[in-house]
């Protein structure tokens, strides 16, 4: 009875908040052997991919993102960093000064033997040749026969590549002395779903592709370390993974085979003097560090950061969902910090305080994007801000933080927004990633106020409704692709509140949140909205005779109220729930029956409220 009784309530949950009504997505099973000459920063590549079609329509094309091809003089890449403002320092040469910068595209200045590509010597479609035509990072492959919806098909591809100086993300000989950081490395099925194929040109933002599986083969030099996304599968035949090892070698090269299921991308990187560390968290995630040994520093930086590396993956399972797959491996490699499916690569050259935030960014990208597959080039703020809020939540978690502004754990997120929001190079967060004016632009909004839409959130509904919703969006999405709607709409079935207003004014306008105490006197505390962007507010009011009274009035656009929050500061505080606020009232008056001596609008500091100085008043 107890298991009939646990099928209904799963089958009645799954009534609720099911993924919305004719949901399908696409699959692919990738089987790839990669031959690398690391010499000459060269490799042949043989793939063997099974795309299964559930659109509901029939597909006469299908397109590859071919990433490498961007890092070539005259691509889109070269072309947009120096027309931006303010390009990636990472990407360019100042020839000018400080105070008068001329920039250069390193990319520009790339040699027939620097630059990157990926040459494709034919296709076949269930095993006959198919047309095809590269444009810029877009493989075009007109199919000898549609594929028809429900069906399978199999796709055969030969290619050479040249993996390119390190520039963005991929390439060769990093700064720190990474040998191959091999990201956005093969022909990757581009993504097809509701709203079309997404065939972003490729210069320098991020991605969205279909979940599957990958089954890579990787000969390269027996002296190689590599780290990589998915479980090796013969550890005891290659270096550094087991002290049982005894490396098989043909031609001098050993044979790596990675194996992932239900991921959407694949990375590794590899070097000749990378070390292997591991550990296993509470929840029985295998994690890896593959580094370079640089320095007693170093050694000690990393292995310090995979302890708290395992920390952070059984709070963030305990908060948002358990991570679903064996092993996740952390690499040193690239030039800064990227995520991939069930791995990362970051740099690994820095002070322990730096590496743990970049390695807890990076792995709470396992959820937000990985886990579900967000589409970073229409929705980056759901991607990077929540990950952002992730990343926060667990370094205030598992270091402690405390103080005033313990109530909000993302503060710094916050301060960034109020910068980015006066700073007049604010642009909607539902802009395409690629089309932001600045990065400056980019930057700020996607990971700092996507991190305050997230934590304001719970401001909304209430702390407790948010966890439940993240962990109710974990339920209904994993291994899915939702959008910002999706998650608005559990939100929704949560708390019981209307959020229409709230996703529609904070994600497609740059209106901004300002209230003010106004005036208080015996009798009221007169409240007033300086902005366009309407708030549920709570309001803290201390009187001369030692008691509090908490305030909470209601927006009439949420066509309901949060329940009361267990804060500290809110303990043993009376609540008093007054009638709805609207839009169209500029102020908002609060009955009183005792004297006032203190009023604060929102102590818990939650309310991105970009002007706070007039929101906490003491009388004399």
Request: neutral net charge.
């Amino acid at each position: 009875m107890r298991y009939f009784a646990f099928i209904l309530c799963m089958a009645l949950s799954t009534l609720v908040f099911g993924q919305r009504k004719g949901y399908w997505q696409q699959n692919v099973q990738y089987k790839m052997d990669i031959d690398v000459n690391e010499k000459n920063y060269q490799y042949d590549g043989k793939m063997s991919l099974v795309y299964g079609n559930n659109s509901g329509q029939s597909l006469s094309k299908v397109y590859f993102h071919l990433y490498f091809n961007a890092f070539q003089p005259g691509s889109m890449m070269d072309h947009r960093l120096v027309s931006i403002s303010d390009p990636d320092a990472r990407m360019v040469k100042n020839l000018g000064t400080k105070e008068n910068p001329q920039y250069q595209s390193r990319i520009s200045q790339l040699t027939t033997d620097q630059i990157g590509y990926q040459k494709i010597s034919f296709v076949k479609v269930n095993g006959v040749k198919a047309n095809f035509k590269v444009d810029g990072t877009i493989l075009e492959v007109v199919l000898p026969k549609a594929i028809v919806d429900g069906s399978k098909t199999t796709f055969e591809l030969e290619w050479m590549a040249q993996v390119p100086e390190q520039i963005r993300r991929s390439g060769r000989n990093s700064k720190e002395g990474v040998a191959l950081s091999m990201t956005q490395w093969y022909p990757k099925m581009a993504h097809f779903d509701e709203f079309g194929w997404h065939l972003d040109e490729y210069v320098g933002r991020e991605f969205i592709a279909p979940f599957g599986d990958f089954d890579v083969t990787i000969h390269l030099n027996k002296d190689y370390v590599i780290g990589a996304s998915g479980v090796l599968q013969n550890p005891t035949e290659v270096k550094g993974y087991s002290e049982k090892a005894k490396v098989k070698a043909k031609n001098n090269k050993a044979s790596w085979r990675f194996v992932a299921k239900n991921i959407h991308d694949f990375a590794w990187a590899a070097d000749s003097k990378f070390v292997v560390d591991s550990t296993t968290t509470k929840g029985g995630v295998k994690l890896y560090t593959v580094y370079l040994p640089t320095n007693s520093e170093v050694i000690s930086n990393w292995k310090q950061a995979l302890g708290f590396a395992s920390e952070f993956f059984d709070f963030t399972s305990s908060r948002f969902g358990a991570y679903p797959w064996p092993t996740y491996t952390i690499v040193q490699g690239g030039d800064g910090g990227m995520e991939y499916g069930t791995a990362t690569l970051v740099t690994g050259g820095r002070n322990l305080k730096s590496l743990v935030n970049v390695i807890f960014h990076e792995a709470a990208h396992s959820w937000y994007q990985h886990l579900f597959g967000i589409n970073e080039t229409v929705d980056e703020w759901f991607d990077e801000g929540f990950t952002s809020y992730v990343e926060e939540l667990g370094m205030h978690h598992i270091f402690e933080k405390k103080g005033a502004v313990a109530t909000n754990p993302v503060i710094e997120p916050y301060r960034a927004y109020y910068k980015l929001a006066l700073s007049g190079k604010e642009e909607p967060m539902s802009l395409l990633a690629d089309y932001y004016n600045t990065n400056y632009g980019y930057s700020n909004q996607a990971y700092n106020k996507g991190a305050v839409m997230a934590e304001q959130l719970g401001y909304i509904i209430g702390q407790e409704n948010l966890e439940k919703t993240f962990l109710k969006f974990y339920e209904v999405w994993k291994f899915k692709h939702p959008t910002p709607n999706d998650f608005k709409r559990v939100a929704e079935e949560v708390s019981g509140i209307n959020l229409k207003w709230y996703f529609n004014l904070f994600i497609n306008t740059t209106r901004t949140i300002d209230y003010a105490i106004d005036s208080i006197s015996d009798k009221e505390i007169l409240i007033r909205n300086k902005s366009n962007l309407a708030m549920p507010l709570d309001i803290l009011v201390e009187y001369t005779d030692g008691s509090k009274e908490l305030f909470y009035i209601p927006l009439r656009e949420m066509r309901g109220e949060k329940p009361a929050e267990g804060f500290e500061m809110y303990k043993n505080v009376k609540r008093t729930v007054l009638e709805d606020w609207f839009w169209t009232k500029p102020t908002y008056a609060i009955p009183v029956d005792k004297k006032v001596s203190k009023v604060y609008i929102d102590p818990t500091l939650r309310l991105a409220d970009i002007e706070s100085s007039d929101n906490k008043k003491e009388l004399n």
